[in-house]
């Protein structure tokens, strides 16, 4: 009966809450007399002023608001000194300061996530303070060693906000942590791989809660910009290393066969090659090869060969099915994620690459008529 009731009040309050569609937040600011402090939206693009108020000799204020959709960013602002604070669905906060250390030595009554940010602006505070302190007057290893504590101390800041959007990527005080500044350059980047992962997970996190806010779209585009821009300069890289390495244009493959011996791509030098990137186990595998039976029908004897790197999972089917092959074909244990499959850039299956009795690659998938004519026109 006890659980029962306690039950139900707690599902009141909730009800009640989720009502209000107005938040507050309050306190004093001593030491501010006559002074005006106000009260903004900390916003994805832009910061607006929603009110202000001038201070009177206790400092006492007032502030309120509607009910933001979702969690979110304020500010309160005195002259130049900021206190910024997070407010989710339903919010009474409390916010006692003084005029002096106004942005850092603060209480704040109400939110959990304010103080976590508290947290996580004093850290980075005292990081650029120690920063600005560093000047060129200084001797060269003097500096040298200020400038690798700080870096120290950097390293241990990221440590305690990794920990903290680990522990709750959906808070709002996690996203905040991978948009913080030093020099006016972010701690975070979802261009660095060890920090992508926490990008990720907050980015998860905000989309499957929050889908249609603001800042998740803003993150999770981030990531996906992060991956994209990761991928395109993989693909130039390897395109690179493919045409250039060793002054060849191919990248040299050795795999072992049913029979467990190996073949190099490299000992067909000096031949027309057919570099075949396929699977045995897919659904056009019996129709593909008989294509490429055909090409080696005709062409094998006045120097074609063909190289097929099979992607198959299962080795015992692979084994089977290639009992009968006249050419290469070896198989990466790997399958689909084979390293080989990284550096010839092989995004589906069939691939193959034409290539030429200078070790050049002339072609790459090209319809099977075309393909004839170019192994003629290599021969």
């Known amino acids: 009966m006890k659980k029962s009731l306690i039950t139900l009040i707690s599902a009141v309050l909730l009800i009640s809450c989720n009502k209000q569609d107005k938040f507050h937040v ?11 402090l106000y009260f903004e939206h900390n916003g994805l693009l832009k910061t607006n002023t929603l009110d202000s108020v001038k201070l009177d000799k206790d400092g006492n204020f007032s502030f309120k608001s509607n009910r933001p959709a979702y969690p979110d960013l304020y500010n309160l602002r005195l002259g130049n000194k900021l206190i910024i604070f997070a407010v ?5 906060l409390v916010l006692d300061a003084n005029n002096e250390n106004f942005a850092i030595d603060y209480t704040v009554k109400g939110s959990a996530t304010s103080l976590e940010i508290q947290k996580l602006r004093k850290s980075v505070m005292k990081i650029q303070r120690e920063l ?17 504590e700080i870096q120290r101390e950097i390293e241990a800041h990221k440590d305690s906000a990794r920990s903290l959007i680990l522990r709750n990527p959906r808070s709002l005080a996690a996203y905040f942590a991978l948009y913080q500044k030093v020099n006016d350059i972010y701690l975070f980047s979802p261009y660095s791989k060890t920090d992508r992962p926490f990008y990720s997970a907050v980015a998860t996190s ?16 981030l990531v996906i910009d992060a991956i994209h821009s990761e991928r395109d300069v993989k693909e130039k890289e390897l395109m690179h290393k493919l045409m250039e390495e060793s002054g060849k244009g191919y990248i040299d493959i050795a795999l072992k066969d049913k029979n467990n011996k190996e073949h190099k791509l490299s000992n067909l030098e000096g031949k027309v090659v057919l570099l075949d990137f396929s699977a045995y186990e897919s659904d056009q595998s019996v129709e593909y090869t008989f294509a490429l039976r ?5 062409f094998h004897k006045r120097g074609l060969e063909i ?3 099979s992607l198959d999972r299962n080795k015992l ?4 099915s290639v009992e009968n092959i006249p050419w290469i074909c070896v198989r990466d244990e ?35 008529n075309e393909l004839s004519k170019q192994i003629e026109k290599s021969l």
């Open 26 to 36: 309050s306190g004093a600011v001593k030491g501010a007399k006559n002074q005006t």
């Open 88 to 92: 989710d669905s339903c919010e009474e």
């Open 132 to 148: 600005n302190e560093t000047n060129p007057e200084m001797s060269a290893e003097t500096r040298n060693k200020r400038y690798a």
């Open 206 to 221: 905000f989309n499957a809660y929050m889908p249609e806010y603001e800042r998740t779209k803003n993150i999770y585009n």
């Open 294 to 298: 055909d090409l080696y029908n005709k």
């Open 307 to 309: 190289y097929q790197v």
């Open 317 to 320: 089917s692979w084994e089977k």
């Open 334 to 368: 790997e399958g689909p994620n084979a390293v080989c499959t990284a550096t010839y850039n092989i995004t589906s299956l069939p691939t193959n690459f034409l290539i030429n009795k200078k070790g050049n690659i002339v072609a790459r998938s090209l319809p099977f």
